[in-house]
Structures are given as structure tokens and as C-alpha cells.
């Protein structure tokens, strides 16, 4: 047996995995086939780059996803703590400027004695070496042939959506008005657009009729599947003229101090970076040309004459048929020396695709040293988010998951008071069993 682990792939995930090894005082070979060769969605050299929106969502730890985020906290993890450093002002959100962030990831892993970092392409996982595939959902077709022919793996498909990022500068502020929704977080977080009853309608006709670019990822009589958390902004729109004014443009809690009312319809614009020189289009994840992106989202007040620093892309993301083919751990079934992690696995989201690489790493290097599996349990969300990957949802339709109360262990007694006194109490319980397993299991080590 190889006494390295391989991690293959420095995106979120990848990055985690190695980190967690590392630390624990394992040799790790980090291979990243960047900056030789980059998908459609990749831009930058650097390892843990985020491709879509700039936010890792909510930070309140009785929020699932602020729970998830807590729970790394106490395990050492080096994507939070990264974003930590690197946070800009986003409300209740964990937002960080993208470059400082993987610039902090890269720095620190590129330092670490017992990384190797290999920057190559790799298309199969070598014998007796515990191997962590991170490739993450465009992976590359040499390993998705791999995945899906060698180890017998049907991997599904479906695509995913970046936002617009428009130059801070170019926005029109006499039309625009700063306000978090009910007055949650600093006011200046988020930018808002306002829309009248006519303007929402024109903008939201000329959505529908705008041309959308080729997809040409697959055959075109491939159906698509669309994950409902990054759907695209003009499938969204296609399900009735009203559905964008329960979602991305929903104008409740958003009063406009020029006018004394809340606007009929409103986009928000959220900061990318401290200096609040570039903003994302909340929620308007997108798959029109470039020249439609221009056209149509330039009819929103404010941004008429808005510069586009990067237009709405979308592209192939690539996932297992986990339930029965992954361990909780994230270890293969039939071949417990290699593990996956991260959107791959069908967790969805960046700090679960880090979540998932945290528990691999931290597995991996307890199965070189010869030590037992942990269960996390589905107490916590990160036992529960390795749990679902590995048995499913009750409907038997394995689908991508966010980190969700859903999918955890129900209470053992009911908690009046609401959904936010019963969300707490989740918290509670998940972080004192995750203290007693770290306690116990000695994990940190």
C-alpha cells in the first residue's frame, strides 16, 4: 500500500480533503490539471475557485447550510476559514471576495510540507494508492469515462447556471436604492432594483423571447436536467409571469425609501467584493447569449448602461448515482480505498462540496493509519449530508441535495415555539454530538 494519498482535483472539495490529510500528518499529492488545461467555467490558476456566485450563503448556525459552516468551524476546516478572511459585507450571507479567497486556499496548501501539488491531468486512479476523486462536475472526460466505464459508475447529467457580474460604476444609483430585505444586515449589502407593474411586464416578455445559446456539452435530443436550485433565470420565468416575483425578484421586505412603498418587482444586487466595484445579479443565473444578457437585463432600472464583467454562463455538471455505490463516508462500496467528494457525490453547493471533502480526507487518512470508520450520525448535518448520499431520498429519485433540516434525524421530543425555536434546537443537538464525537474519536489529530 501506497503510504500518500492522492487527491485528485483542487477545487473546493479537493482542496478540503487534502488539507484535512495533511494536518493529520499524512504525505498528500494534490494533482490539479489546471493551469495546463480548464473547463468553459474556469477562469483562474488558482485552486479553489469559485465559478458561480460569491456567496457561501447564510452564516447563521441555525440555518442548515450556517449549521454545516459550524461544524467545519470545529473541525479545522480550511475552506471556512478561508472565507472567514476573506469575507465581504453580505447581510446574514458568508460572501468573500473570490480571488483573495483562492489565493488564501492556494497560499496555504502550496506552504503545507506534506503537500506535493502535481499539475497534470489524471485519467485513472493508480492501484494500492488511497485516492480521493475531487474532480468536481466538470470533470474531464478522460475520468468521467473512467468513473463511468472502469469502476462501472452511470453518471448522470445536468446543467448549472452562473449569475452576470456587472461593474459597480456603470449602475444608475438616482434609480437604485440600498436595503437588506426587512432591514436584516448592513443596508449597504445589497442594491436594489425596482420595478414598476408595466416595466416588470415588458422586462419579463422580452425574457421569454430571448434566444438562449447552444448547448454543446451533448446531443442535442439529450434531455436536460435542471437542478432547482440554479435553474436559469428565463427557465424560471417560462413557468408563469408572476413565479420571478416569488423568487429572485420577490419585492417583500425591500421598501424603497424614494417612493415610502415596496416596488411591484425587485432585483437585488449583491457585492462581489469589499470595495463594491463589481455586482452579482442575484438569482439570475442564466443561459442566454450574450448579446440577449445585454439586451434584456439592461431593461432594469439601474442598469441601463450597465458594463457586464462577465456574462451568465452554463455548463455540464456531472454527478453519481451515489445511494448504494457510496459508504456515509464518501468511501466506494466495492473499493474502499477510493473515495469521491464534492458535487460529484450529489451534494450541491459549495460549503457541502467542501463539507464532503473534509469527511473524505479526515476517512481516508483514518483508513491508511489502519483506525476505524466514523459515523457522523444524522444528527449532524455533515453526517447527514454522507448519509444521504449514500442511501437516498425516500422517493427513490436521487437528486443533487443542499444541506437541509430534511435530511437530518428527527427530534427526539417536539419544540414549541416554531420553526425557528425547533431550528435551534437542531443546532443545539448537532454541535454537542459533534463535540462529543470529536472528543471521543479524537478526530482533530
Known sequence: MNLRITVVGAGLAGCEAAWQAAKRGIEVTLCEMKPEKKTPAHKSDGFAELVCSNSLRSDDKNNAVGLLKEEMRLMGSLIIEAADKTRVPAGSALAVDRNAFSDYVTGKLSSHPNIKIVSREVSSVEPDTITIIATGPLTSEPMANYISDVLGISSLHFYDAAAPIVDGES???????????????????????????DEYLAFYEALLGAQTAKLHEFDDDEKISVFEGCMPVEVMASRGVDTLRYGPMKPVGLQNPKTGREPYAALQLRRENEAGTMYNLVGFQTHLTFPEQKRVFSMIPGLENA???????????????SPGILAPDYSLITSP????????????????????????????????RGQSRI???????????????????????????????????????????????????????ALLTLSEIIRTEDILK
Open 171 to 197: 449602475i444608475d444609483y438616482e434609480k437604485t436604492y440600498f436595503a437588506s430585505r426587512y432591514g436584516k444586515g448592513d443596508a449597504m449589502d445589497y442594491l436594489n432594483c425596482p420595478m414598476e407593474k
Open 307 to 321: 458594463e457586464f464583467l462577465r456574462y451568465g454562463v452554463m455548463h455540464r455538471n456531472t454527478y453519481i448515482n
Open 375 to 429: 459515523d457522523f450520525t444524522k444528527k449532524t448535518m455533515t453526517g447527514a449530508l454522507g448519509h444521504y448520499v449514500s442511501e437516498g431520498g425516500a422517493s427513490g429519485n436521487f437528486q443533487p441535495m443542499n444541506a437541509s433540516y430534511g435530511i437530518v434525524e428527527p427530534l427526539e421530543v417536539r419544540v414549541k415555539g416554531g420553526k425557528k425555536m425547533r431550528y435551534a434546537e437542531y443546532s443545539k443537538r
Open 337 to 368: 480505498d477510493i473515495f469521491f467528494a464534492g458535487q460529484m457525490t450529489g451534494v450541491e453547493g459549495y460549503v457541502e462540496s467542501a463539507a464532503s471533502g473534509m469527511l473524505a480526507g479526515i476517512s481516508a487518512a483514518r483508513r491508511l
